[in-house]
């Protein structure tokens, strides 16, 4: 489920920041943006190549937005984390000390900003509560923002556990993909099952690089 901010359109390419690559304050053409790049075998023209698509399953300039042109890349490993997540479990009175409510809070790089609910299963808590603030990598490499917003909404299935530091695997059975994480949990070990839904930001470029 998507939740639209009104009067907000998808940016394109940002002209002000990247005029070298805009005429007239548009994007230029396919061909007028290979000819500035004519090896592209270059470490100078990595950038230039990431940021127009030249390269393998690239998209074309009508169908991608620039953060589609600049994150549709091969895996790059290492890298920073794709989004973040604030997850929260609370024991419940009447649901037994092995289940629990649990909300989850998410960004990706992209700015979107995602809420869920789920049920966990594991050994209660200390106190009741088991929170947590992990990094997420997806696996099939640094996505697109469409990619992170199938990835990260709808349903998930999500099995961590830690106690400081500790780490997790969460699984979309829907739309497909999983992804690992890590970072500090609160002492717990459980299963996770949710649904979430998210808000497009609607930003012309990324909070943070790969």
Not at 93 to 113: A, E, K, Q
Not at 150 to 172: D, R
């Amino acid at each position: 489920m998507q939740i639209e901010d009104e009067g907000s359109t998808k940016g394109g390419l940002d002209c002000r920041k990247f005029s070298q690559y805009c005429s007239n304050g548009k994007k230029k053409s396919d061909k007028e943006l290979q000819a500035m790049s004519p090896n592209h075998n270059s470490n100078v023209n990595n950038g230039l190549d990431l940021l127009i698509g030249l390269h393998p399953n690239s998209c074309t300039s009508n169908t991608c937005s620039y953060d589609d042109y600049y994150f549709y890349s091969s895996h790059q490993s290492p890298r920073s984390p794709d989004y973040y997540n604030f997850t929260t479990g609370f024991s419940v009175p009447g649901l037994g000390s092995f289940v629990s409510l649990s909300t989850t809070v998410s960004i990706d790089r992209f700015g979107n900003v995602y809420g869920g609910l789920g049920f966990s299963f594991g050994p209660e808590a200390p106190l009741g509560i088991s929170p947590s603030l992990v990094g997420g990598w997806i696996s099939d490499g640094p996505p697109t923002e469409k990619r992170s917003e199938q990835f990260l909404s709808g349903m998930f299935i999500n099995v961590s556990g830690g106690a400081g530091p500790g780490v997790g695997w969460n699984w979309n059975p829907i739309n497909g993909g999983h992804s690992w994480e890590g970072g500090a949990y609160w002492p717990q070990i459980s299963a996770t099952v949710g649904g979430t839904i998210y808000y497009n930001a609607h930003r012309q470029e990324p909070l943070w690089l790969p």
